[in-house]
Every structure is written in structure tokens, then in C-alpha cells.
């Protein structure tokens, strides 16, 4: 199967013939085939079974590469470039320890569907099974989380390996794609051989999608009452935001995301009713609830995005469209599967719309969802809350509004404040909202920041943190500082495990069992000792000037900002709850209050 020529534009390939036929080291191989691929930026940390591959490194004159100081920093820091760019991250790890410390890494990536190649050492082949020094079968450890992965056996096999492994990594579902070197390889001569095509029989990834499917789907398009087009992160993988926005304006249909599909359809236009699941607004969730057609393209009925999945969206009828067919069918039975490319297929269906095109029929629905937007916002106060601290919510607004949009990107931890962010960060453009959404891996927003600063130095790149989830993977702060890497990090800080003890506090008695965290470390001495900028704020009417002191820094700041330790994220769909089922939802209606008893844990 040839390499198409879609894919190598998109990934910078071409023929490569620089280093064509010449004798050198399976290490230098290794690099020389990553300058081929257009790598410009790798992610890792030496050992003694990648010795040779990084000797090899210290000779290119194309690659940069950044050292982190942990593996599974940087495999979250490789992470955050490929979803920043598009293109697919690369790590470089030695045996035994540092291959087992990218496995969170890689999983994170494998569930949130990011290309990574991940290279590992690996003891010399004569003594792979003795339990030799750090050996480790990570090639067995990783099976589950990868999309595929090789342990090389010979050096004829080396340049093949790299190129399918950069193709399988990056067609199709993306994913990650781990490459397990012996290290007596690393050091054998070859004859380097870049092949300038792929030949895997068994991988053939659908991508035009089913011509009567989609025919079909354009015809339930038309005759819905109540559509809604629900949105996930395979519209961001595939580039299909033009295609996605051609569609929902030429019938009127609103728009639902999840979070991985947070920024796939601009938040300020008025089709866009942004985050649906279990803290989405509630009026996403009534329209999702109460809709006749669901129209899902790049997503995958998600237990965070259903809610009670016997209830979601009991009267509609499903298409579902996605690369993987291993999706469609799993979590709910749709009238009309299609499998192929997300841009593809809707640009089919913008095809058949335009052939055969009718007024909207909308009206009436578009209505129904503007009053129920008006009656239950999501919770807005300003920059105080009740209590006289910071109000959360506030002042993710504040940053919001400060953040340019267009130039500018928001990693967040794992927590409250990643629901925060996911509400109030308003996003306008495709990759400039990264969080961790399948595995909600607390450890992955600060490295991630570090690999889109790297990525796109041009823009602001603001790691929106908890202070446990912060300290997952602290130790980053030094790759910042010492590569120049101009990161900034605001920790919405309340003193706790936020989400753990929200759930304690609505549902087990208010027993906080660990999840009450001391006042340790002190952050801003902390990333002073880094030489970050840093500083703390806990006054409503210090915090914008804080704020911008940190957006302004010129070199990776910190800001400590400290919340109330009872704060919750509403409005929440309680587990096994229907969608519809909300706890904290604001209602702005005849009689103004919030919504459910449940509101005593709250702000």
C-alpha cells in the first residue's frame, strides 16, 4: 500500500535520499530515520541500553531534543506536542525502568487516540529473557495500550519498522506505536535503506465511508425535528472542523462536544452548546435528552458523556460515524453505522446535502434550546464567591477573556479544575484546549503545556492545575526552566483531592477519607527554587492584576491561587443518573434558586 499523498503532506514526507545507501550504526539509522519522517523535536531521558541511540543523537543537526526528568514526563510532554500540531510525538527511553515509566503516558495517549512513537532500549538480544540488568518485556506490558508495537530483531529490519510505525501511528484512529531496540543492534552496522513506501496488508484503515450510508444519513437529516450533531475528539484528528461547520449551518443543527471535542467548533457561535456529559450545561444535556436525531461523528458514547446509558437520548435515532469500527455498535446500537474519516464522510454528506437542499427545520427546536440556555446558564459570579475567597468559576472567566484565542493554548490536570476549565475556557480554534479525557491521568496538564510551548512557541500556553494533581509530575518545572520553555502554570488551589472529596462530600456523608491535603509544599518557593516567576493570591480584587503579571512573564511562571476547600463543579450528573438527572444546576427562571438539596456542599 502506498503512502497517499494527503498523508505526506500532512506529515512532512517525501522521498528522502540524504543518508540513501550509506554504511552506519543501527543507532545512527534510528536517527537518520527520524530526520526522514521530518521529526524536529524529540522528547526523553539516556540509560544505559539507549546509550548508543542518544551517541547517534548528539550528531544531528535537525532534531532537538528535550530533556525531561522523568519518562513519563516526557511521554506526556511528546503527548502534548502531537495533539498541539497533529503530528506524532516521539520518545526516546531507556530498558527495565524507563520503558515502565511511559506506561501511564502511553495509555493516556492510546485512550485519547495521540500518535506517539515511543522508543525503547532494550538489553542486548543474547540475554532478553535472563532477567538481565533492567530488562523489563515492555513490548507485553504495553500490549493493551498501543496500537501496535515491534521488537527488533535484526537491523534489515530497522528502516521498515520506523516507517510503518510512524504511518500506523498516524492513519487510521491514531495511537501510540512502541518500538522495543536491542541495544547490540543499536551498535551493529547497516546499509541505511528509507523505504518510500508501506506494505501492510492486514491494516487498511476505511476512510471514505459507505456511499448509500451516507445517502441515508442525509436524508434523516433532513426530516429531523430535533437534530443535534454530537461531536468528539475524531473530528479534531481528522482536520474536519470546516466540513463539520458547513454542515450544522446549512440545516441550523446545534452542536454538542465532549470534552475531547472541546474547540472542533467555535464556542462563540450560536449553534454551539459546548460541554455535554456529566458536568455539561444543562440545557446540552435536555437538548441531547429530548432530540429525535443524534448525529455522532468522532465520539464514542462515553459512561461520562451518557450518564445512565439506557436513558441517553431515549427517543433519537443514532448515526454514528468514526474511523475504528470497533466503536460503532459498542456502547449503543446506531439506525445508520458509517465507518471512514470524519472529513471525509462529512464532506460526502455535505455533498448530498448541497445536491438535494432544503430549508431548515429547525426553528421551533432552536428556540426550545435558547430558552432553556437562558434558564440555566452555568454558574457565573464574578470573582468573589459567597464566601468572600476566589470564586473558581470567576476566574476562569477572567483568564478566558484575557487568553487570545486564536493564539493561544490551555492544558489542564486532572480534576475540579478541569471541569472548570472545560466550561469557562472558551476555545475557538482546534487544538488549543489538551486535557486528558479517557484515562483522566492527574500528571499529564504541565508536561503537556511543555510540549505545546515547544510545538508552537509563538503562543501562550497556560497549564490550568489542582495542587495534588500538580505535583504528579512537578519535577517538570525544571525542563521548563533549563530548556527556556516560557510555560504558565495557574493552580486552582483548595487544599484537597478536589474531585475525590466533592464526591465524598454529595454522596458519603461529607467522610473525608484522604482526600484533605496540607499546605505543603509551599508552591511559590517551590518554583522559585526552579527559577520560575511565582507568586500567590487570594483576594478576588488582587487576582486579575496576578493574573496578567503571570500571563506577561518572560520566562515560565507560576501563579498559587487559592479557593475555597468546599467549592464544587455543578451542574453534575450523579453516577448512574440519566442525563437529564442534574445536581447544581443554576436556574435563572421564575423562581431563582439551585437546583436540588445537594446545593449544601456547594459554594
Known amino acids: 500500500m502506498i503512502i497517499d499523498r494527503e498523508y505526506e503532506e500532512k506529515n512532512g514526507l517525501g522521498p528522502f535520499t540524504e543518508k540513501q545507501g550509506k554504511t552506519m550504526t543501527g543507532a545512527q539509522a534510528i536517527i537518520a530515520c527520524l530526520e526522514a519522517e521530518g521529526v524536529d523535536t524529540v522528547f526523553g531521558y539516556p540509560g544505559g541500553q539507549a546509550i548508543k541511540i542518544y551517541d547517534a543523537l548528539y550528531d544531528s543537526k535537525k532534531i532537538r531534543h528535550v530533556l525531561a526528568r522523568h519518562e513519563q514526563g516526557a511521554t506526556h510532554e511528546a503527548d502534548g506536542y502531537a495533539r498541539a500540531t497533529g503530528k506524532t510525538g516521539v520518545v526516546i527511553v531507556t530498558s527495565g525502568p524507563g520503558a515502565t515509566n511511559t506506561v501511564t503516558g502511553i495509555a493516556t495517549a492510546y485512550m485519547d487516540s495521540v500518535p506517539l512513537v515511543v522508543i525503547t532500549g532494550q538489553v542486548p538480544r543474547s540475554v532478553i529473557g535472563t532477567d538481565a540488568f533492567q530488562e523489563s518485556d515492555i513490548v507485553g506490558i504495553t500490549m493493551p495500550i498501543v496500537k501496535h508495537s515491534y521488537l527488533l530483531q535484526s537491523c534489515e529490519d530497522m528502516t521498515k519498522t520506523f516507517r510503518e510505525a510512524f504511518y500506523i501511528a498516524n492513519s487510521g484512529r491514531p495511537g501510540p506505536v512502541l518500538i522495543d531496540v536491542p541495544s547490540d543492534l543499536a551498535g551493529a552496522d547497516m546499509v541505511f535503506e528509507y523505504p518510500s513506501d508501506v506494505n501492510l496488508p492486514s491494516y487498511k484503515p476505511t476512510v471514505k465511508g459507505n456511499a448509500r450510508q451516507i445517502r441515508q444519513a442525509a436524508g434523516m437529516l433532513r426530516n429531523a425535528k430535533r437534530p443535534i450533531l454530537y461531536i468528539g475528539g475524531g473530528i479534531i484528528s481528522s482536520h474536519a472542523e470546516r466540513e463539520l461547520r458547513e454542515v450544522a449551518e446549512m440545516l441550523q443543527i446545534p452542536v454538542v462536544a465532549t470534552l475531547m471535542g472541546k474547540g472542533a467548533f467555535p464556542a462563540s457561535h450560536p449553534l454551539n452548546l459546548g460541554l455535554v456529559g456529566m458536568h455539561g450545561s444543562r440545557f446540552a444535556n435536555y437538548a441531547v435528552t429530548n432530540s429525535d436525531l443524534l448525529f455522532v461523528v468522532g465520539a464514542r458514547f462515553s459512561d461520562r458523556v451518557t450518564g445512565r446509558l439506557a436513558d441517553f437520548a431515549p427517543h433519537a435515532k443514532v448515526v454514528h460515524v468514526d474511523i475504528d469500527p470497533a466503536e460503532i455498535g459498542k456502547n449503543r446500537n446506531p439506525q445508520i453505522p458509517i465507518v471512514g474519516d470524519a ?34 446558564p452555568f454558574y457565573s459570579p464574578g470573582l468573589a464567591a459567597t464566601s468572600g475567597s476566589i470564586s473558581p468559576e470567576g476566574a476562569l472567566d477572567l483568564l478566558s477573556s484575557m487568553l487570545d484565542q486564536e493564539n493561544s493554548i490551555v492544558t489542564t490536570e486532572v480534576g475540579q479544575h478541569q471541569m472548570w476549565a472545560a466550561q469557562h475556557i472558551q476555545t475557538e480554534e482546534p487544538r488549543s484546549f489538551l486535557s486528558s479525557g479517557g484515562l483522566g491521568t492527574m500528571g499529564f496538564g504541565l508536561p503537556a503545556a511543555i510540549g505545546a510551548k515547544v510545538a508552537c512557541p509563538e503562543k501562550q500556553v497556560v497549564c490550568i492545575a489542582g495542587d495534588g494533581s500538580v505535583q504528579m509530575n512537578i519535577q517538570e518545572l525544571a525542563t521548563a526552566a533549563i530548556e527556556g520553555i516560557n ?22 456523608n461529607q467522610r473525608y477519607s484522604e482526600t484533605l491535603l496540607p499546605d505543603i509544599p509551599d508552591f511559590v518557593k517551590l518554583a522559585e527554587a526552579y527559577n520560575w516567576q511565582a507568586e500567590r493570591v487570594s483576594d478576588p480584587a488582587e487576582l486579575e492584576a496576578a493574573m496578567k503579571r503571570l500571563l506577561d512573564a518572560d520566562r515560565p511562571a507560576l501563579l498559587d491561587m487559592r479557593i475555597d476547600r468546599d467549592e464544587n463543579v455543578y451542574p453534575m450528573v450523579a453516577p448512574g443518573a440519566p442525563l437529564d438527572d442534574m445536581i447544581g444546576a443554576v436556574n435563572v427562571g421564575p423562581i431563582s434558586e439551585m437546583i436540588d438539596e445537594h446545593e449544601v456542599g456547594g459554594r
Open 487 to 508: 510555560v504558565k502554570v495557574l493552580i486552582v488551589n483548595n487544599s484537597a483531592l478536589g474531585m475525590v472529596h466533592q464526591w465524598q462530600n454529595l454522596f458519603y
Open 343 to 376: 472529513r471525509v464522510v462529512l464532506a460526502g454528506l455535505e455533498e448530498q446535502l448541497k445536491q438535494e437542499p432544503c430549508e431548515p427545520q429547525t426553528k421551533e427546536w432552536l428556540d426550545q434550546i435558547e430558552e432553556w440556555r437562558k434558564e440555566y
